[in-house]
């Protein structure tokens, strides 16, 4: 597959997807100006090349020249903190992580871009549109700083062939949630019978590392009942009963499973890619992993597995342990333009051109769609909808199509600090690995998110 087929083809699907008549925005074509973007690289490199074809083309589209900084994901991260303390920033970056847009929103860091998303606003999906937003401390008001171009939510991938080696099919897959993954404790345990000692059960982040604790733990908490941890008008509840009950239940399973063996040892050192790594070395059967990276790494060079052997079920997938349906907890990527910024009439006019509905919708589609568009009419194209994929379907129904909800740094800023500090990740390692009992490492996971929401009060 080249990448000039690929491109071509989805030329033709895209000119399907977007709901309104595509019609550009107004770009002056003056004298030429130069501003720079920040983005962190993808897994893969139809990404890299899928995000310069929309620089290119905004070039061409324009006569401006945007200088652009794609750096490997963690050391990203690195760079936008020091850029920010520094003062000396970039015209326009990404959110990495996702929780800084809502930190740095709180100390009047950004440029309001509400005039930018209001060319798309009623294309955009509600969660999507909520996740660019933060409160202000210093105006004292919530403030549009985010332009959203992709998005993700967390999905369970299943190895096919290790399923059927245990003896089972991917159809005897429980529905509710504890049945779902106790399932895969059982298909280890048949494995091992077989004699085969490499290979584990479950895929958890039982770790301090990256971002995927927080997101696993915080699906656990939502499948238990803890949805109302923090409600929509960003007030906490650890004094709900069903908020503390589904906290301790997601701790003890996620910490049980790895202390009773069904998790690889190696997972309480894992970060960000190491997982999926694990994953393709077959050493676990399913992995809860956000985005379709652990997928589309493999699509070319072993499209068997792609194709065949591999199985994306949506974390929503099981309900919970009544049946009911679980909301997709959505993580965003939003453009942001920095206070400070040299060239903001730029940077606006280049976010402004790439949230059109064809341009941001194919820039998701030739990244091979690992992550999702942000508009729901752009889940109608013959991309998402192909019968012969076995993971894209699946994947935009839960989530942009299914029922959906912010990530919880969006409703309090605060929770971006429980997610960096690792609140949750400490609490599953103390059951993991030091035998503490559920019940006091949420109380102390508690009694931390209490601190630190306790800093985060409104002027």
Not at 207 to 223: I, K, Q, R, S
Not at 311 to 340: E, L
Not at 403 to 414: C, G, I, K, Q, S
Request: aromatic residues 10%; glycine residues 8%.
């Amino acid at each position: 597959m080249t990448y000039l087929s690929r491109r071509s083809m989805l030329r033709g699907s895209l000119a399907l997807a977007a709901a309104h008549p595509f019609v550009g925005p107004h770009i002056v074509r003056a004298a030429a100006t130069t501003a720079s973007v920040w983005f962190p690289q993808g897994f893969v490199q139809d990404e890299d090349v899928s995000l310069r074809k929309a620089v290119a083309d905004y070039e061409k589209a324009s006569g401006n020249k945007i200088e652009l900084s794609i750096t490997p994901f963690a050391p990203e991260r690195q760079k936008i903190i020091a850029a920010l303390t520094s003062g000396v920033v970039p015209d326009v970056m990404s959110n990495n992580p996702g929780e800084i847009l809502q930190i740095y929103a709180w100390q009047d860091r950004w440029v309001d871009v509400s005039d930018v998303v209001e060319s798309q606003k009623g294309q955009f999906s509600e969660t999507a549109l909520a996740s660019g937003q933060g409160y202000n401390n210093v105006t004292r008001k919530v403030g549009q700083y985010g332009v959203p171009v992709r998005a993700a939510v967390v999905p369970c991938h299943i190895w096919r062939p290790l399923v059927e080696k245990a003896g089972f099919k991917i159809e005897d897959i429980p529905k509710t949630w504890d049945a779902y993954f106790d399932f895969f404790k059982k298909v280890q345990d048949n494995l091992r019978k077989q004699g085969e000692r490499k290979v584990y059960g479950l895929g958890f982040q039982v770790t301090a590392n990256g971002v995927d604790p927080y997101n696993l733990f915080m699906a656990f908490l939502l499948a238990y009942g803890g949805r109302d941890i923090v409600t929509r008008d960003g007030k906490l509840h650890l004094d709900d009963p069903k908020v503390r009950e589904a906290a301790i239940k997601a701790t003890a399973y996620l910490g049980g499973a790895y202390r009773d063996g069904y998790v690889p040892p190696s997972a309480i050192n894992w970060n960000d890619a190491d997982d999926n790594n694990a994953f393709h070395a077959k050493l676990m059967v399913m992995d809860v992993d956000g985005t379709l990276s652990t997928e589309v790494a493999v699509k070319e060079k072993h499209p068997d597995w792609y194709f065949k052997d591999m199985v994306t079920h949506g974390i929503g997938y099981p309900g919970d342990n009544a049946g009911k349906s679980i909301p997709a907890i959505v993580g965003v990527t939003s453009w942001m333009i920095p206070k400070g910024a040299k060239n903001v009439t730029v940077a606006k006019e280049f976010c402004k051109y790439f949230i059109q509905p064809k341009v941001v919708g194919e820039f998701v589609e030739l990244g091979l769609g690992r992550w999702l568009p942000v508009m729901p009419s752009l889940a109608k194209s013959p991309f998402w909808q192909d019968q012969k994929d076995p993971h894209l379907r699946g994947y935009v129904q839960m989530g942009l199509l299914g029922p959906t909800v912010p990530d919880y740094y969006v409703l309090n800023v605060a929770m971006a600090e429980v997610r960096t500090q690792h609140v949750w990740s400490m609490a599953m390692i103390d059951v993991a690995k030091e035998g503490v009992k559920p019940e006091v490492a949420v109380d102390k996971a508690f009694k931390r998110t209490e601190e630190i929401f306790s800093k985060y009060k409104k002027a």
